[in-house]
């Protein structure tokens, strides 16, 4: 549950100072917030944004998480290239929250598969996104630089149907 103070709302090109800060603060690498710029503009009349970027604010637009996702509409496939939340705001729902709305924006957009890439060692982030349905489908050996660790990749399939419910891989059946 978020507080009554905070909203979920779209990221914006505003916005770009702000997620680079909080994605340097959260990981070793990350974009400027130039690039950022770039990706959070709006995209010209009468084309879609290839991007999806979700914000976590509280009052005066301060951001506490945000998470960003690609867009392969053609092919009805996205994935998640990051999902940062503020240490002090870590283990309290606020990247569930985020990353559910994320998935409702997805399903509204006939997303059917979600990719992402993990560190096979983070299992704070993994609980997070098995929690939402995803589950393993491929490992990235060395994928990580700075301690070449594994990524694991995971994938949520027929994304529109499974919002929100777990996927019982050996019933075969959503619960």
Same mark, same amino acid.
């Given at each position: 549950? #978020? +507080?009554?103070? @905070? ?5 914006? =090109? $505003?916005?770009?100072?702000?997620? !680079?800060? %909080?994605? !340097? ?7 400027? &917030?130039?690039? /950022? ?5 709006? +995209? +010209?009349? *009468? ?6 970027? %979700?914000?976590?604010?509280? +009052?005066?637009?301060?951001? !506490? =998480? /945000?998470?960003?996702?690609?867009? #392969?509409?053609?092919? $009805? ?5 990051? #999902?940062?939340? @503020? ?11 985020? #990353?559910?709305?994320? %998935? ?5 957009? $006939? ?12 299992? &704070? ?12 489908? *491929? $490992? ?29 891989? @050996?019933?075969?059946? %959503? !619960?």
């Amino acid at each position: 549950m #978020l +507080p009554a103070e @905070h909203c979920i709302a779209a990221l914006e =090109a $505003r916005d770009a100072d702000a997620v !680079s800060a %909080l994605e !340097s603060a959260c990981f070793l690498t990350g974009f400027n &917030p130039e690039q /950022y710029r770039r990706i959070l503009q709006t +995209p +010209p009349k *009468g084309k879609e944004a290839p991007f999806l970027g %979700l914000g976590l604010f509280a +009052p005066g637009r301060i951001l !506490s =998480a /945000y998470v960003l996702v690609g867009l #392969l509409r053609a092919a $009805r496939e996205a994935e998640v290239y990051n #999902l940062a939340v @503020h240490e002090s705001f870590r283990r309290r729902g606020f990247g569930a929250a985020l #990353l559910a709305g994320a %998935l409702r924006a997805l399903a509204a957009q $006939r997303i059917e598969r979600v990719f992402l890439e993990v560190r096979e060692g983070n299992r &704070p982030a993994l609980a997070l996104y098995a929690s939402q349905g995803f589950e393993p489908c *491929g $490992r990235r050996r060395g994928y990580y630089a700075d301690t070449d660790e594994d990524a694991l990749v995971l994938c949520l399939y027929s994304a529109r149907d499974r919002v929100g419910q777990r996927y019982d891989t @050996h019933a075969d059946t %959503l !619960s």
